[in-house]
């Protein structure tokens, strides 16, 4: 039986957080919430959740900076800004930091959990879903670390290399950095570090995906790869 998506909704204005809580929980979301800016980035960054509702202006942390922790420690994670501030230099600065909508305040509770479901079955659309991956020319089992080519060859995936494609799909459309990689993948600081392992590892998934591999895990010049 597949879970509901769990909802983090980071609002320092009780009476708008209960609202959106109570909305979202009998529209039959599990919900989490933190009431200010610390808690909220402290759950931002550990919990585990598919959509963050974020407010701007709270305590101790905007959302601003929020969202700017979050797009460094987990870049994909989809986000919706909810704002009073309906400026458009707030609207723009929000989604150009990686907001996947922004909704202004005040809004009805059916244009919210329309918003809610547009963007979770986009973001859906970019991750791993049961588990597995399917392209032109074979599928990536991720439970089981296999890859079955469409001719029925089977190819082992060590660990790194299916937790690397699993972040790369997590992030369909956007070339990653080799430093993202290392640091999100691999979870060493890529400061100061020359190393070729992110290329020799795209390289041994490129030969085990098959004839197709170059076309499902791209290098984008100058930026790091990407699975488009």
């Known amino acids: 039986m597949k879970e509901n998506p769990v909802i983090l909704v980071v609002e320092d204005?009780?009476?708008v957080r209960q609202g959106v809580v109570d909305a979202l929980s009998f529209a039959g979301y599990e919900v989490i919430s933190a009431a200010d800016g610390r808690e909220g980035m402290e759950k931002a960054l550990r919990a585990s959740y598919q959509l963050l509702l974020l407010d701007l202006v709270m305590p101790h942390?905007?959302?601003f900076e929020v969202l700017e922790a979050l797009r460094k420690e987990r870049p994909g994670q989809p986000v919706i800004?909810?704002?009073a501030r309906g400026e458009e230099a707030d609207r723009v600065k929000g989604l150009t930091m990686g907001a996947d909508?922004?909704?202004?305040k005040p809004f009805s509770v059916r244009e919210l959990l329309a918003r809610v479901d547009a963007v979770l079955r986009r973001s859906s659309e970019r991750t791993?879903?049961?588990n597995s991956f399917q392209y032109d020319g074979g599928e990536v089992d991720f439970s089981r670390r296999e890859i079955q080519l469409a001719d029925g060859d089977r190819k082992e995936l060590s660990e790194r290399e299916?937790?690397?494609?699993?972040y790369l799909i997590s992030n369909k459309g956007r070339a990653v950095a080799r430093e993202e990689l290392l640091q999100q993948v691999w979870r060493i600081d890529?400061?100061?570090i020359e190393t070729r392992t992110?290329?020799?590892h795209v390289a041994h998934l490129r030969e085990k995906l098959g004839d197709k591999g170059t076309n499902v895990v791209v290098t984008v010049r100058g930026k790091g790869y990407m699975v488009g």
């Open 128 to 130: 791993v879903g049961d």
């Open 162 to 166: 299916g937790d690397l494609l699993k």
């Open 198 to 200: 992110i290329d020799m």
């Open 13 to 15: 204005d009780n009476a």
């Open 81 to 83: 800004i909810l704002s």
């Open 190 to 192: 890529p400061k100061n």
């Open 101 to 104: 909508d922004y909704v202004v």
């Open 61 to 63: 942390y905007s959302g």
